[in-house]
């Protein structure tokens, strides 16, 4: 292959004219494994294209390097391509590419969850060795991106997965509970009905820990999602997890009251409504306690 083959390969393939592309592949004796001078390589942009018979045929080199074009193929949600490049043994699925534009390490499972691509998730998932908590080179995993970006079918795939971390800490110092409780300033109808979505999916995971304490640095620090919740005044939040027995109420109700005596007169009215639906829990929590104290009582004589 000539030099002026080889441009004309990777505009064929860049331009998605697959049928030309494919051509000068399959006459073509050269290494296409060769990487451009911006590192992509021509099986990164045949992924990224879409172009599937191209990708089959350059990954018949066996110098190709399948994992550094998974992200390709997800940036568009070409699930076939995907397909493609997991089967092909030498792919590691956790492959992490920095991003040109974002200057961060990304696995191809994180951009997908950032993409909502729902059925590169599921492929990319159902592969023997991902790993569903590597996403970021910050430790921000896939569930904190897809609960970040109000992905509820991608919570609820990411939740299934047998070795999922729904406590998983950042490092920006919060877990995905967190995220959930912290609304957006944009937030409308259907962004507020899916973070309460995802708050019930998260809550109803049998490993999450509903009062990890976590720090989120120059905003809150050391921190329960119930006071995360109780801080942003995010009310939906706020009742989601009153209902839940596990959910300690202490902190939080500090917080609540340290800001009523301190603003005094001009708290906020929703402050208000927050102390008396804590306070209210807490009363009919005690309540049930000495009720079953009782009951143990009569029981044992």
């Known amino acids: 292959m000539t030099e002026s083959e080889f441009e004309s390969l990777v505009t064929a393939l860049r331009e998605e004219t697959e049928e030309y592309a494919v051509a000068i592949l399959e006459r073509t004796t050269i290494d296409t494994s060769k990487v451009l001078a911006n590192g992509d390589s021509?099986?990164?942009?045949?992924?990224?294209?879409?172009?599937?018979?191209?990708?089959?045929?350059?990954?018949?080199?066996?110098?190709?390097?399948?994992?550094?074009?998974?992200?390709?193929?997800?940036?568009?949600?070409?699930?076939?391509?995907?397909?493609?490049?997991?089967?092909?043994?030498?792919?590691?699925?956790?492959?992490?590419?920095?991003?040109?534009?974002?200057?961060?390490?990304?696995?191809?499972?994180?951009?997908?969850?950032?993409?909502?691509?729902?059925?590169?998730?599921?492929?990319?998932?159902?592969?023997?060795?991902?790993?569903?908590?590597?996403?970021?080179?910050?430790?921000?995993?896939?569930?904190?991106?897809?609960?970040?970006?109000?992905?509820?079918?991608?919570?609820?795939?990411?939740?299934?997965?047998?070795?999922?971390?729904?406590?998983?800490?950042?490092?920006?110092?919060?877990?995905?509970?967190?995220?959930?409780?912290?609304?957006?300033?944009?937030?409308?109808?259907?962004?507020?009905?899916?973070?309460?979505?995802?708050?019930?999916?998260?809550?109803?995971?049998?490993?999450?820990?509903?009062n990890i304490h976590t720090s989120m640095p120059y905003v809150l620090v050391d921190y329960t999602p119930l006071c995360v919740a109780v801080h942003w005044k995010n009310y939906d939040a706020v009742e989601l997890l009153l209902k839940d027995e596990r959910v300690s109420l202490e902190d939080a109700h500090k917080d609540v009251l340290r800001d009523i005596e301190f603003f005094g007169t001009a708290v906020d009215a929703g402050s208000h409504l927050i102390f008396e639906a804590i306070e209210a829990e807490q009363r009919k929590r005690d309540r049930w306690r000495r009720r079953r104290s009782w009951i143990l009582v009569c029981s044992v004589f």
């Open 42 to 210: 021509l099986l990164r942009i045949a992924a990224l294209r879409g172009q599937l018979k191209s990708v089959q045929l350059l990954l018949e080199n066996p110098k190709a390097n399948p994992g550094d074009a998974l992200q390709g193929a997800v940036a568009h949600g070409h699930v076939s391509c995907l397909d493609a490049l997991l089967k092909d043994s030498r792919t590691n699925p956790n492959h992490y590419r920095v991003s040109n534009h974002y200057r961060v390490c990304w696995t191809p499972l994180f951009f997908a969850a950032c993409k909502g691509y729902t059925e590169c998730l599921k492929l990319l998932l159902s592969h023997p060795e991902i790993d569903p908590n590597q996403g970021r080179h910050d430790t921000h995993s896939p569930l904190h991106e897809a609960v970040r970006g109000l992905k509820v079918e991608c919570v609820v795939m990411l939740l299934a997965h047998p070795r999922i971390n729904p406590n998983k800490v950042c490092s920006d110092g919060y877990s995905p509970l967190h995220e959930a409780c912290t609304p957006k300033y944009d937030d409308d109808d259907d962004a507020r009905a899916n973070r309460r979505a995802i708050l019930s999916l998260l809550l109803s995971h049998e490993a999450i820990d509903v």
